[in-house]
């Protein structure tokens, strides 16, 4: 299908499995050029295609090195202790009971642990400076006024350039105070030699790459577990099981084997990807940066603009049977091989998701300590738990979110 946007730009829709094939395989589609066309501000729209002027796609070869340095699984079981005492200290501070917004206080959690994998852990500790990088990094990923795209540029531009100074006088402070004495992310990339900008974009890039899924992810399971009772209780005695096999509780989630985090908790696995399966209705992007090519007789033309809505194989009745919209958990782990292009909820082909590990780790560690010590549910307006799926936004390049926020989680210390 081709379409049309508001500038002109003719995009081209890719549906059915040979052209998905193509979309995740072929090495002239690139995928950072794609994004690329999300930042109106860096495009030439005059160009027939929506080429870029300009060659400024993101430096992902970078990016790729720099986090299998840092972010690798050795790197991760090192700094598993300190993720999960930020867990730990993050519900403490909620104290026994009470109600909370769950989307946004998970939001708040996933970004200082991601915080914690990329920057030092003083940096990920400072609340303050925590939010301040949160607040610039939304002022420069806001969408701006569709009319006006040079002040979109020079917003864009200030608080970028107020992003880079911040934490460039952050992080000399702390090297002034600390250094030697750490082995995190940026002592490693500034022992090696890599300057601070390209640590600085490297961090932010790591840091928010998957926040949104991530959080909304954990946020989106809480509420599912309501709604859908027996699950919670198959999930709760698998998430128990491992407790007691390492002799574990809520606060010393650590005597749990780092490796034992990718291998125990097969049902909770299940359930985040039926999630991301059902409620990821994100549009994936390319740009064919080679020659003309043809799909079945649909012609790519070069720079031409590609998607891919994950909804087409996702919400197929054809792979996932009548009610594709419903919570079934393991339908997709029972599809086998066939799984790779039928569910793609983590990247397919050229480029998996680069951060499914460091994910997968925070959702299960997360979610194995909030349903351990709290007795918890979404309730509705008349605080009674939550009977049915709030809507969700599919309007977003991302998990989707629910339309009508605050969505409330009610919670209790379990009795010892
Ligand atoms: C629940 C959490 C996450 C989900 C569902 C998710 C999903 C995805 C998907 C679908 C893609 C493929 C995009 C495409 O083909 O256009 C992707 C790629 C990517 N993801 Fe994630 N992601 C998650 C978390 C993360 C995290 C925490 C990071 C941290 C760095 C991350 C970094 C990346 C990167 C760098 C790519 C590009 C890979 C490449 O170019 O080959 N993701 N992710």
Known sequence: MILKTTRNIRVTVLSGP??????????????????????????????VEGMPSTPNGIDLASFYSRFKLVLGPEKLEQ????????????????????????????????????????????????????????????????PGMARLPIYNRLRKYFYGFKLYRALDEI??????????EETNSIKVLLDRGDGIEG??????????????????????????????????????????????????????????????????????????????????????LRQNIGEAFDIDGCMISKNACVVYPMHDVHHNPRLYGPTPQAFS??????????????????????????????????????????LTRFECEVIDKSQNPLQSLPVAD?????LSPPINTPIIMKYQVYDT
């Open 199 to 284: 640590i600085i974009s490297f961090a932010i890039g790591a840091t928010y790459a998957g926040l949104l899924n991530t959080s909304r992810l954990i946020s989106w399971v809480v509420v599912h577990l309501t709604v859908y009772p027996e699950w919670r209780m198959k999930v709760l005695g698998e998430i128990r099981e491992l407790l007691n096999k390492y002799n574990a509780t809520p606060e010393t989630l650590d005597r749990i084997p780092f490796r034992a985090w990718d291998t125990d908790l097969p049902l909770l696995d299940m359930t985040a990807n039926e999630i991301l399966r059902s409620h990821g209705h994100g549009v994936l």
């Open 171 to 180: 992080l000399k402070n702390w090297q002034e105070e600390k250094s030697g």
């Open 79 to 142: 700094r598993s202790f300190s993720v999960l005492r930020n867990i730990d200290k993050f519900y403490q501070k909620m104290g026994e009971h009470g109600t909370i917004d769950l989307f946004h206080a998970h939001h708040d959690l996933v970004l200082q642990l991601l915080m914690r994998n990329t920057f030092p852990d003083e940096i990920a500790d400072d609340e303050r400076i925590v939010g301040y990088v949160d607040g610039l990094y939304n002022a420069i990923d806001s």
């Open 329 to 370: 958990p393991g339908r997709i782990e029972s599809m086998g091989d066939e799984k790779q292009l039928n569910f793609v909820a983590w990247g397919s082909g050229r480029h998996p998701c680069t951060g499914r590990h460091m994910a997968q780790l925070i959702y299960r560690q997360v979610l194995t300590h909030l």
């Open 18 to 47: 040979k052209a998905a094939s193509v979309f995740f395989n072929h090495k002239n589609l690139s995928l950072d050029r794609g994004y690329m066309m999300m930042i109106p501000e860096n495009v030439d729209w005059r160009d």
């Open 394 to 398: 599919h309007n977003s390049l991302h």
